[in-house]
């Protein structure tokens, strides 16, 4: 039905002030720009899904599928023309989030900065609320 896009990281974000925003996850230029690269290829998907699941050393874990339909709890972004839809299980941790790409020299990755994390494992594939 939907494959894993690629990796991603959480990093918890400390003493960053928050300004209200009507969308529970913003995305960077640099995010909507490879989601944008990212479906291109794929004419029948709509946009990419973020969920959590449980995993690593702390806890959780956000996944990121390609999906083709909305899912009926599901809340859906739209940023600069690009769709994302958050599943019902993540929504409460997402709130807030930045979801930005990073492309450094031997890694490519989303990365979620998110001000509701206490903490991240040492992997950095996990954490918590």
């Known amino acids: 039905m ?28 640099s995010g909507v720009n490879k989601i944008k690269q ?3 290829d794929k004419p029948e998907h709509v946009g990419v899904k973020v969920g959590v699941r449980t995993r690593g ?3 959780l874990s956000y996944t990121l599928e390609y999906t083709k339909t909305k899912g009926g709890s599901d809340e859906e972004v739209i940023q600069d023309g690009v769709r994302v839809f958050i599943e019902k299980k993540a929504q409460l941790t997402l709130l807030g989030t930045e979801m930005d790409y990073v492309e450094e020299k031997l890694s490519s990755e989303f990365v979620f900065n998110n001000p509701n994390i206490k903490g991240t494992c040492g992997c950095g594939e996990s954490f918590n609320i």
């Open 2 to 29: 939907s494959a894993s896009l690629v990796r991603a990281t959480v990093r918890a974000v400390s003493k960053r002030k928050l300004l209200s925003t009507r969308a529970a996850l913003t995305l960077t230029p």
């Open 57 to 59: 050393c702390n806890g």
């Open 38 to 40: 990212l479906l291109k």
